[in-house]
């Protein structure tokens, strides 16, 4: 029915449809990314709906994770009162004006509940009047063409009810719901982990195998490792722990009690295997055997376990050879592209783009100019790299999708401060040791600082994403004519991996000279006296997040995230940024300005802007004394001493007695 003939039906029983006025803006999913991006839009003014199937936000949370508890952290102390800075450890907030609205005020766990998720983007929402339209449940989303509209066609979206919406711009926000399965001999007897029992007392004195080796699957472990007689968990990959891949979706330490068991020789275990070489037999007794798919397919269509070859038949000591009471399947989830016309081509058909859509580093989809992809579905962009896929992360992605649509659609550049070169070091400084944006997406999202002509003054953007560098200007209304430094967040480049030992001795690096090959997370500054190209972007070095710079600076990494040490952070930064543009960034009292007017050609820049512009200069004796001695003042104090030893106060306008004639 949603093919062009089908299309064209739809049109027919809908003649609402071709005149149905245009929304600018449709939001699809009113979780934390969709009602994110709806507060950036109410703020601004614009037009815009959000389109949600279930009754309320944040549905996602009212059933999933399965157990409840939540991995992203809810620090509520961190001894400072800088609000930015303390976003970097709340890996809940969406980002708002009211402060009432940060999730510490909704749990006192350091992994929350679920519940208060739902509860505080239920808040969010009511609070702030966003626009949701709840029990919607857009089932076809197509292309209408028409060159009046912002990007060459509108998006044509259709309810359950066949009510049609009209957007200029769709910004899709349904994160991942479909769960992933993988086919082999056997899989009909897999219980997914969306269905499967969460109560322990249903697996006593079972045997237990779980597909997966993510936190789904060490979720499920754990919450009946007391009760079974034993549990195996069987991935393609290596189990990756999130310690040592700094990245926050893989393995977390809340989870991973089945490792101790398992390396403790404690019956539990992990095996490594492709699932879609194994088969999966039950016996008469309801128990399931794992064996090899080339065993059941030689046996043909009889698959009974006692017909088909085991393993165990050729090898003894066969480490599966365990008949298992369950198995559960959580192998995560994929992108649901199930309501999208092809005509939005939004999916490739590769293995990688079943989970996420194939999408630009500005979030916008590759085959639908105006489409949009949010949240957890944007994740590709910064896949196994960031935090894009997780709250913490993507409030501040979504920020940037909008900053982009303003200047796109609405003629509002990229907001930006602009400031004298002076306050240059203090900027770059004030920015890596309190944003958060910058902080949680690493490598992804940077602070771009375009200089100004004759280096006085310069223009500072905040969170710009990185692989869109060579678009800088069109995409910002910003110009970069003579200069830019690009202030970034990074690891070192071979400290992270599932197979390095992050704590090995020495791991960390104290001594400024050697802060290139800082490990922990560190300020990087890029240089580049003109804007990167395109191609050098896309063919920038191996591992490298930017292209090769003119000139590229390492803050050394600090035990305290503390970048604020005068001699081991700040004077190595202001030596850079000094030896990229030529000029003297340090302060000087007034006195120290005047001396430089009389013997420097070229003054420093904060003498040019302050004690020039009669700023900043008070009068000392010294200075008086300096003054006079370079002939440019009076000696006004000498002068009337001399009118005192004479009997005369100083402005007596009466005529001093003259002079001794000479003889």
């Known amino acids: 029915m949603w093919g062009s003939p089908g299309l064209l039906l739809t049109l027919a029983l809908h003649p609402a449809l071709a005149v149905a006025p245009a929304r600018d803006y449709c939001v699809l999913g009113a979780g934390p990314a969709g009602l994110q991006m709806a507060y950036f839009l109410q703020r601004a003014g614009r037009d815009y709906t959000v389109l949600e199937r279930a009754p309320g936000p944040g549905s996602f949370f009212a059933r999933y994770p399965r157990h409840r508890k939540l991995i992203s952290i809810n620090k509520r102390y961190t001894g400072r009162s800088n609000a930015e800075f303390n976003l970097r450890h709340d890996w809940n907030s969406l980002l708002s004006h009211d402060p009432r609205l940060l999730f510490k005020h909704y749990s006192a766990a350091y992994f929350p509940d679920a519940g208060d998720m739902q509860r505080y983007l239920g808040d969010f929402a009511g ?127 809340i989870n991973n009690g089945l490792l101790d068991t398992y390396q403790l020789k404690s019956l539990d275990g992990l095996l490594e295997s492709d699932l879609t070489d194994l088969a999966i037999l039950k016996d008469r007794e309801g128990k399931f055997h794992v064996t090899l798919k080339f065993f059941v397919e030689e046996a043909g269509t009889n698959q009974s376990a006692d017909a088909v070859t085991l393993p165990q038949d050729d090898s003894d000591n066969f480490a599966m050879r365990v008949a298992y009471d369950r198995v559960i399947r959580c192998l995560g989830w994929n992108f649901d592209f199930s309501i999208f016309n092809e005509s939005l081509r939004l999916s490739s058909g590769s293995e990688f783009s079943r989970k996420y859509p194939l999408i630009r580093a500005s979030y916008e989809a590759k085959g639908s100019r105006g489409l949009f992809v949010l949240g957890t579905a944007s994740h590709s962009v910064d896949y196994r790299k960031s935090a894009g896929g997780f709250i913490h992360g993507f409030r501040y992605t979504v920020r940037a999708v909008h900053r982009l649509l303003e200047q796109r659609h609405h003629g509002v550049a990229w907001p930006a401060t602009q400031h004298p070169i002076t306050q240059l070091t203090s900027s770059v400084l004030r920015r890596v040791n309190e944003a958060s944006g910058l902080y949680q997406m690493f490598g992804v999202l940077a602070d771009v600082i375009l200089v100004q002509e004759n280096a006085t003054a310069f223009e500072y953007l905040e969170e710009f994403p990185t692989q869109m560098l060579a678009q800088l200007e069109s995409l910002t ?65 191996a591992q490298w997040p930017l292209p090769r710079p003119t000139a590229i600076h390492h803050i050394v990494e600090d035990f305290l995230t503390d970048w604020t040490a005068p001699v081991g952070h700040v004077l190595p930064l202001r030596r850079f940024l000094e030896n990229c543009l030529g000029t003297d960034l340090r302060s000087f009292y007034a006195e120290s300005c005047f001396l430089f007017a009389l013997t420097r050609q070229k003054l420093p820049p904060f003498c040019r802007q302050g004690y020039l512009r009669k700023q900043g200069l008070a009068s000392t004796e010294s200075l008086r004394r300096h003054g006079v001695e370079s002939g440019l003042m009076q000696d006004h104090a000498a002068a009337g001493q001399h009118l005192r030893d004479r009997g005369q106060q100083p402005g007596d306008r009466r005529p001093l007695p003259a002079p001794p004639t000479e003889v």
């Open 127 to 253: 609070r702030l009047g966003l626009r949701v339209q709840y029990n919607t449940t857009v089932l076809h989303v197509a292309l209408d063409k028409d060159r009046r509209a912002w990007n060459g066609h509108y998006f044509v979206l259709t309810d359950h009810k066949g009510r049609v919406y009209r957007c200029r711009v769709l910004l899709v926000a349904t994160g991942l719901s479909v769960p992933n399965r993988v086919d082999f001999p056997g899989s009909e007897h897999l219980e997914g982990y969306e269905s499967v029992s969460v109560d322990p007392e249903d697996f006593v004195g079972q045997n237990v195998l779980i597909l997966g080796r993510g936190n789904a699957a060490f979720e499920t472990a754990e919450n009946i490792l007391g009760v079974t007689n034993f549990i195996h968990m069987l991935s393609r990959s290596r189990v990756r722990l999130s310690w040592a891949t700094h990245y926050v979706g893989d393995l977390r330490a």
């Open 477 to 541: 209304g910003r110009r970069a004519r003579h200069g830019l430094f690009v202030v970034h967040m990074e690891y070192g480049r071979n400290f992270s991996g599932p197979e390095k030992d992050v704590f090995f001795y020495d791991r960390s690096v104290g001594h400024t000279e050697d802060a290139w090959q800082s490990n922990f997370l560190h300020p990087v500054i890029y240089y580049y006296r003109h804007l990167p190209t395109e191609q050098e972007v896309r063919f920038r070095p």
